[in-house]
């Protein structure tokens, strides 16, 4: 069964930092794009930081340019979104997902964790 599992969401102040971890199973991570998209209440989707596999191409929303970074560890077929100087309208739901195409990644047909919340918020 092909699988992502999210974790290390939670509350947090504004100015802190968090790590979500996404791990894989099922397949293999280091052959897809990966990415991390977030979804606010009453808001759609929207992309957060995506990597191609090779790692050349990286995407990022302008809202965390400079305060996120995306890696992976692919011996522990896990990949990670360190998170600093949050702020309040960082709060969503984090989804990470798998793709073998770079530019489907992030359409239905990827693979998809189930998210972890993140909060924001004194």
């Known amino acids: 069964q092909l699988q992502l599992v999210e974790s290390g969401g939670g509350l947090v102040q504004p100015g802190g930092s968090l790590r979500l971890s996404c791990v894989a199973s099922?397949?293999?991570?280091?052959?897809?794009?990966i990415g991390w998209f977030r979804q606010a209440p009453g808001k759609e989707r929207e992309g957060v930081l995506c990597v191609s596999s090779t790692g050349r191409s990286t995407t990022y929303a302008d809202s965390v340019k400079g305060r996120f970074t995306i890696s992976r560890d692919n011996a522990k077929n896990t990949v990670y979104l360190q998170m600093n100087s949050l702020k309040p309208e960082d709060t969503g739901i984090y989804y990470c997902?798998?793709?073998?195409?770079?530019?489907?990644?992030?359409?239905?047909?990827?693979?998809w964790g189930q998210g972890t919340q993140v909060t924001v918020s004194s």
């Open positions: 997902a798998a793709d073998r195409s770079y530019v489907r990644l992030g359409q239905r047909d990827s693979y």
């Open positions: 099922g397949f293999t991570l280091d052959n897809y794009a």
